[in-house]
């Protein structure tokens, strides 16, 4: 019998794997999941009440242009509101992004290992991964992604901080990069853990993409912000790269909820700001216990560690489990941790110094 004929591209995309649930919790034993960078906190003050707020009324559809948070945002990063274009999520964005980009026969340049959307929404529109090894200290090899061009790139993706390893390029490199790639080719910064940089030497994208038309800036409100359940996220670019995006946006993709509980924090950035000094805080407490114990952990900028585990990577996920830690295997590669609750941070680092006697 014969099926509906679909696009040939699709064949053999992996699937996006999200990270696992906790463990099962036995005998009232607490299971933490660490394993999608998510937000341990609860919600901003003043966010839940403004959702709670606009789900009395989602029986209407959302503003569709998202023009309340497309000001604020707007206004929250000095620039035009016309550079701004919202997304269901910063995946949601990144899916755009290569939508008015890239199709068959062009190519889309990334670091490997990066974010792992970033195949599959190259593959989705037809064009071709290029994908660049990281250095040996885990970062992007910019002078190796600038060799990557052809006169078929059409995109660049430039993770900052670099998921899983956390690692950033700083800004006198990145600056030469950026005067390497052609005025053509659009280089997205993707900044979903920009928050919790802490060094000043790494830049900020938005004063980047300022006097560049060919970069823009990708920002989540899933990690820091903590509405990762909501999806909304957005790209600072120059027309005409933001009205495109504009234009491929799903009709009503961010809703109501979404739109509002943004906004609301927003408005919250002194606690966001506590906050995210606090899982700065116990990041620098996890990666110094890490090294005590004798592990060799690249220096994150974000809000999880990495552990190059090559082959014992499936044992190691398999023993954080059992003490109740959910982290996020790469078969053959390494951990991808994330930076919880200091109770997930402790009972994790259990299991590490453990794991590392018996290596
Ligand atoms: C580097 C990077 N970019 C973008 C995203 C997408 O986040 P969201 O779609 O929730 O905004 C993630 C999520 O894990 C990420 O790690």
């Known amino acids: ?3 509906p004929k679909l696009r040939a591209e699709l064949d053999g995309i992996p699937t996006y794997k999200p990270g696992r649930p906790p463990a099962q919790a036995d005998e009232g034993r607490p299971a933490f999941k660490l394993s999608s ?19 009395g009324a989602f029986n209407r559809y959302p503003d569709l242009a998202c023009v309340a948070l497309t000001e604020a945002l707007a206004e929250r990063f000095g620039v035009p509101a016309e550079h701004i274009a919202t997304g269901t999520g910063s995946v949601g964005v990144a899916q755009q992004l290569l939508q008015i980009t890239a199709g068959p026969g062009d190519e889309v340049i990334y670091a490997w290992r990066s974010f792992e959307a970033y195949p599959i929404v190259t593959r989705i529109s037809g064009a071709t991964p ?71 030497e790494v830049p900020d994208g938005v004063g980047l993409y300022r006097d560049r038309p060919n970069v823009a800036v990708l920002r989540t409100f899933s990690k820091a912000y903590g509405l990762a359940g909501l999806r909304v996220g957005f790209a600072i670019a120059h027309e005409p790269v933001a009205a495109a995006l504009r234009k491929t946006a799903v009709p009503f993709g961010v809703s109501q909820l979404a739109q509002d509980a943004a906004i609301a924090s ?20 996890v ?41 996020r295997p790469f078969p053959n590669e390494g951990v991808r941790i994330t930076v919880g609750e200091t109770e997930a941070n402790d009972l994790l680092l259990g299991v590490t110094e453990q794991f590392r006697k018996e290596l």
Not at 37 to 55: D, Q, R
Not at 277 to 284: F, G, H, I, P, S
């Open 1 to 3: 019998m014969s099926t």
């Open 37 to 55: 960078n998510e937000n341990p906190y609860p919600p901003l003050p003043g966010v839940l009440e403004a959702a709670i707020a606009a789900a």
């Open 130 to 200: 290029v994908q660049v090894p990281l250095d040996a200290d885990e970062r992007h090899d910019l002078d190796a992604m600038a060799a990557a061009i052809t006169d078929r790139t059409r995109l660049i993706f430039v993770c900052n901080p670099n998921n899983p390893t956390g690692t950033v390029v700083r800004r006198a490199a990145l600056e030469r990069f950026l005067d390497r790639v052609p005025a053509d080719v659009l280089v997205v910064l993707d900044e979903a853990y920009c928050e919790f940089i802490s060094d000043p």
């Open 266 to 285: 927003l408005k919250a950035e002194p606690a966001l700001l506590e906050r995210v000094a606090a899982l700065v805080t116990e990041r620098t407490r």
């Open 287 to 327: 990666v110094d216990a890490l090294a005590g114990q004798g592990w060799t952990v690249p220096e994150s900028h974000a809000n999880f560690v990495w552990l190059r585990l090559g082959e014992r990577t499936a044992d190691f996920a398999a023993a954080t489990e059992r003490a109740g830690v959910t982290v």
